[in-house]
């Protein structure tokens, strides 16, 4: 445990096997998965001020192509806006991005906080739940998107790398 938690850059599987001298790479990446669940504090504090929401595909081969994939898990990605950072994060798979993602946001964000998001209309009843609502349209250009939420985009290209697993809940084979 204190490996996982001290390293600056993040633990993966592979070290873990090293560290502990595992002969299965594939019980290596099942406690690390484990440790990292555990770390989740419940009932941790919800985002707040300007948060910046999007959805992401990760995990499968291939593109993405539009809203749906058959081989690709969809996550929904908040990023708290800290300054010209990011600031704290929360994600969650979501069976689609239709308003399936709208108990997500009543979870990991404070009523009040603006709610910066693209123009999809699952976010239409995002003001009446009791935020403010940012728009911003991209008419699906993914340079616009990078440049009007460079937060939610920056963790969403983190999640390809590294949510994955947390996604599928699958170990790789």
Known sequence: MWWVTSLKT???ALGLQRVLGLGSYQTAWTWLHKLRRAMVRPGRDQLSGSVEV???FVGGRGGAQGRSTASKALIVVAAE???RG???IRMRRIPDASAASLPFIADAIG???VVHADGWHGYDRVRQNGYRHQVTLLRGDHELAVARLPRAHRVGRVAEA???GYASRRCPS
Do not use: Q
Request: charged share 30%.
């Open 162 to 164: 590294l949510v994955a």
């Open 10 to 12: 993040g633990a993966s």
């Open 111 to 113: 009523p009040g906080s």
């Open 54 to 56: 999007d959805e992401s």
């Open 86 to 88: 990011i600031g704290r």
């Open 81 to 83: 806006a800290e300054r």
